[in-house]
């Protein structure tokens, strides 16, 4: 709310300070991400709220509000192109978390789907997802896998 003021005000680098101490204390706060990005195109152009959207994007991977405010900001540019880009990204990450669900479905005794699932939830997901990920491999116990039985067997890896 203080961003805000500030922003009303016309104190728009103070706004922006405060935007970001408040990223700081809670990166996945998705309405901070949004006026910071808002207030930089306002401020310096599209190409600062795209990185903005991006750093934003890749903090909260599972947020449709943050990809569709960088088509929208792409959009009101007339970067076509880079709209498309945006959406089929956007299709491709709900569509690769589809098939390793069902990867891990249909073989739970796999463990490199289990390992190759929790990695890509790492890149995109939310902490929740990859909790639920985790207690959904311990409780399959997978025990074949390429990669899976080597790391495994490994005195390292051993509880």
Avoid at 14 to 41: D, F, I, M, N, T
Avoid at 67 to 84: I, M, P
Wanted: aromatic share 8%.
């Amino acid at each position: 709310m203080l961003g805000q003021l500030e922003e009303r005000l016309g104190y728009l680098e103070r706004a922006k300070e405060v935007y970001e101490l408040g990223l700081k204390h809670c990166s996945s706060c998705v309405p901070l991400w949004l006026s910071l990005a808002k207030l930089e195109e306002k401020m310096n152009g599209l190409s600062k709220a795209r990185a903005v959207l991006t750093m934003a994007r890749k903090k909260n991977a599972q947020s449709p509000e943050l990809w569709l405010a960088a088509v929208r900001a792409e959009s009101r540019h007339g970067n076509r192109k880079e709209t498309d880009i945006l959406m089929a990204k956007a299709l491709q990450v709900d569509k690769a978390r589809s098939w390793l669900n069902r990867a891990v479905t249909l073989g739970p005794d796999i463990g490199d789907f289990w390992a190759l699932f929790y990695k890509f939830e790492i890149q995109y997901g939310a902490e929740e997802t990859r909790a639920d990920i985790l207690k959904r491999c311990i409780a399959a116990d997978p025990k074949h896998g390429e990669k899976w039985q080597a790391l495994s067997k490994a005195v390292e890896n051993s509880h």
